[in-house]
């Protein structure tokens, strides 16, 4: 007759569990699941970025290797700003990053400025600006006017 299973048959207990959910793998156990950041050895979700690369419509399809691309853009940016920041919190004597710092950092480097040009930063204040023509005149020093005569 046929190889199939009948309602009416019997079937050991032994082949149930050997084959029970595996396929033909033949009951491997399956390795532990790993995330793709942790794969791609990086700090920012990778599953996260291409979750949102998905949504916001910029492709029908998204690569594989996109998000992981996308995600160690965004942790170099993230270092570089960091870095800079952390240069204008110790130049002001301070121990804690503020807004204050990340907008002097941005503000002073030309490329980071060229890139957040359009972003305004909570609590981050305006670059100290006062044109050449209002600061006060120096004047000429008691040795340079003896020298002059």
Request: proline share 4%; net charge positive; hydrophobic share 40%.
């Amino acid at each position: 007759m046929g190889s199939g299973v009948y309602a009416n048959e019997v079937i050991p207990i032994s082949i149930l569990i050997v084959t029970a959910g595996r396929g033909k793998q033949g009951g491997k156990a399956r390795t532990k699941a790993k995330c793709r950041s942790s794969r791609a050895d990086q700090q920012f979700p990778v599953g996260r970025v291409h979750h949102l690369l998905c949504k916001g419509n910029y492709m029908e399809r998204i690569g594989a290797g996109a998000p992981i691309y996308l995600a160690a853009v965004m942790v170099y940016l993230t270092a570089e700003v960091l870095e800079l920041a952390g240069n204008a919190a110790r130049d002001n004597k301070k121990m804690r990053i503020i807004p204050r710092h990340l907008q002097l950092a941005i503000r002073n480097d030309e490329e980071l400025n060229k890139l957040l040009g359009g972003v305004t930063t909570a609590q981050g204040g305006v670059l100290p600006n006062i044109q050449a023509v209002l600061l006060p005149k120096k004047t000429e020093s008691h040795h340079h006017k003896v020298q002059c005569k």
